[in-house]
């Protein structure tokens, strides 16, 4: 793989785009979005059962996996893709976001963050150059340089401060990763809602030269509109021809307007979480099996669907397994979400090379906003 083949874009329409990432483990179709294999394992899920919902690539965590197996155990086992059983490419997160959120006694310096493991209590040193040595130990697709995920809300100075020291360690994270063939490193925008800042790290990052960019610490609390206000400062800035990775997003209408911002690729344990917890994305917005308006209700999730979980069980034996603890419910409607995610990013990546993006956003967002009201239709509720 070399750097000028590694992405392509085929199409464009507005600030969307459709195109390929290109692996020694496989092209990645983008828009794309990858379900989070938090520690080797994307939860209530058979890796062959992720891929045929359409993923060509998961995100793997490279906090929780230094922590338990451990790196160099992976390693020594293969890497990850073949202690996982998955053949497709692999992202890892830098482990900086789990650092600053999970960990215990945490004290952050320039060097990087000294921690305790939330697990057995164990010390550690995080360091940009520590983090790309997991990284490669875990074999990893596409690695992610060591930032500080600046909290929000956060002042300019406080935004600022955190911002430059992400890019310090941005520049070691590079000079660590040095040239591995085959395998990527995306750095990190930091620099909080401050247009001033994020334009200063997107410069940064494009002096220091990456394989791809991601826009961080966004999704951290500030809400949509300044997310998108974010993306609209970032996007025009990055290169045309380095896929954008927007890092945590998220639920399906923030998916739709990041994309039509120029976002290429997400991860998000939205899915996942919401499928173990009852609550299923629909075309008509999400909606919660465990209520009891569905204890007799015997539509499917989706009729149209070519997911089993959603066509072969009904939302009442749904309900039923949500309310008897049963495992199966996790696990089917953990199946349906990644499904519908994967046909929404199938969905925008035609969209786009037809030139009707704007008409699809529209569409799907005014079916998404119908909520609990559910299938508009009137035969969708003579079952």
Known sequence: MTLSSFFSVAAVDGAARTGLVQTARGAIRTPAFMPVGTQGAVKAMLPDHVAATGADILLGNTYHLMLRPGAERVARLGGLHAFMNWRRPILT???GFQVMSLAKLRKMTEEGVRFRSH????EHMLTPERSIEIQGLLGSDIQMALDECTPFPATHDQARTSMELSMRWALRSREAFGAQEGHALFGIVQGSTYEDLRSRSVGALIKIGFDGYAV???????GQAKMFDVLDIACPLLPNDKPRYLMGVGKPLDIVGAVRRGIDMFDCVVPTRSGRHGQAFTKYGPINLTNARYAEDLRPLDAASTCPASTEYSRAYLHH????KEYLGPMLLTWHNLHFYQEMMACMRAAIAEQRMDAYAAAFEADQE???AED????ANQE
């Open 376 to 379: 508009p239709r009137p035969e």
């Open 321 to 324: 397994l949500f309310k008897a």
């Open 119 to 122: 697990i057995d209590g164990s």
């Open 370 to 372: 119908l909520g609990e």
């Open 216 to 222: 961080g610490g966004l999704a951290v609390g500030e």
């Open 93 to 95: 997160d830098s482990g």
